[in-house]
């Protein structure tokens, strides 16, 4: 039997009272995602531990069975993965999101109103030098972007120059140990943030969105630094053959890092206009030549962190007619989420997500649909990330036995 793994990101959420208290997702009109939870097994799932708040990135190495604390070097070398950067030997990799800031320099946007593209306001930084060091830039999903600095004597052992919330201003980057190349990273970033900005507002682009009377994508905000380093495929710890289909970048990294294919379905943009048709169909030719796929959908995290609810159930319904196609599949499915973006909060918190696993033969609960009230009444109880692959092993029979 073969699996595919889904991951809705950000996907639980609160009760919402024009929903008459129920969660965006318990809203949604979902056939088939209640025809999965009705004849499978439910349950709800912290990715690290009960109200640890997590990124997507330690979540999803969490719920793939790969310990944070062990694997996990920073989410800047996964973004330069997923964006098709090659990452060298004591290259320092950050992930950056292009803003908007006022006269005053305070921040208006973090995100630059979800800009589609920073491709015109960040190209021209690609390959610049500063003290030595080189610095390469790519444009990565929506209103983000990926950044190398490659040199000698350099650390991921750098602050952020984000304040994480609109309203104040950038930060200046602080090393965060006492050496020499913490030092000169700090104080090379902090340079390129200068010049950077300095461009930003003289960009065609720019000049033209000031005289429209609309927000600039005038500020980059820098943070997530590390270093990559090896991890065991997916073969190699499960032996499972595997690819992965998402559009952010983010997510093609998670897959690179654990050594998947990544097949690129066309029209999947890792925003709310993604082709959900055309991943689900790549998901279902890639089951031919692969044991497992995980099939990654953005959109209701966005929407949770915009505290757009409707526009949350509307993707879970825009998913939930789409997903028809793989119930036809003698597979296992698995879907979840990554972690809870409750609308009220407008970012991730440390709340379970719905949990749910379907296959042939297995066994069932009295879950009738998918959601976070019957999910938490679900047989398999209130899972963690390192009890998802287990359970998927021993559904799939792969499972080496514990003792004699």
């Known amino acids: ?27 949604a009109k979902k056939p088939n995602l209640n025809r999965l939870a009705k004849n499978g097994m439910t349950g709800m799932l912290y990715a690290l531990a009960p109200g640890v708040n997590v990124g997507s990135d330690v979540a999803q190495l969490s719920i793939f069975g790969y310990q944070p604390e062990k694997y996990y070097s920073g989410r800047g070398p996964i973004e330069c993965l997923g964006a098709g950067m090659e990452i ?24 630059a109103e979800r800009i589609s593209s920073t491709k015109e306001f960040v190209e021209e930084f690609n390959g610049m030098e500063i003290s030595g060091v080189k610095i390469l830039v790519k444009p990565a999903t929506g209103y983000r972007a990926c950044i190398i600095f490659r040199g000698e004597s350099l650390s991921d052992k750098v602050s952020t120059n984000d304040p994480k919330q609109n309203g104040k201003k950038a930060l200046k980057a602080l090393p965060l140990d006492g050496t020499k190349s913490a030092k000169k990273t700090a104080d090379v970033l902090n340079e390129f ?6 461009k930003l507002a003289q960009n065609k682009k720019n000049i033209e969105l000031k005289r429209q009377g609309k927000l600039q994508a005038n500020c980059l905000l820098v943070r997530g630094a590390g270093k990559a380093h090896n991890v065991p495929g997916f073969l190699e710890k499960y032996s499972l053959s595997a690819a992965c289909i998402a559009g952010a970048g983010l997510y093609k990294g998670i897959g690179k890092m654990l050594g998947m294919k990544i097949i690129d379905a066309p029209g999947a943009t890792g925003l ?55 119930l036809k599949e003698d ?12 609308c009220a909060l407008k970012t991730h918190s440390g709340e379970a997500v719905p949990f749910l696993m379907h296959a042939k033969g297995i066994r069932r609960d009295k879950a009738k649909e998918f959601g976070e009230t019957a999910c938490a009444n679900g047989g398999l109880g209130f899972l963690t990330g390192k009890d998802v692959m287990p359970l998927v092993t021993t559904t799939l029979g792969i499972q080496k036995k514990t003792g004699e």
């Open 331 to 342: 597979i296992l499915i698995v879907v979840t989420g990554d972690h809870s973006t409750p």
């Open 1 to 27: 039997m073969k699996t595919v793994f889904i991951i809705l990101d950000g996907l639980g959420d609160r009760p919402i009272k024009e929903f008459a208290g129920k969660t965006p997702l318990e809203a």
């Open 88 to 111: 060298k030997q004591n290259d320092i990799c950050f992930r950056a999101n292009i803003s908007s800031i006022g006269e005053d320099k305070t921040i208006i946007d973090r995100r």
């Open 272 to 326: 709310p206009d993604t082709d959900i048709k055309a991943k689900v169909a790549h998901t279902i030719k890639a089951l031919k030549e692969f044991d497992f796929v995980f099939l990654h959908l953005k959109a209701t995290d966005s929407f949770g962190e915009d505290g757009n609810a409707p526009k949350k159930k509307w993707f879970i319904e825009k998913f939930d007619k789409e997903l028809a196609p793989l």
């Open 193 to 198: 943030l200068d010049i950077s900005s300095k």
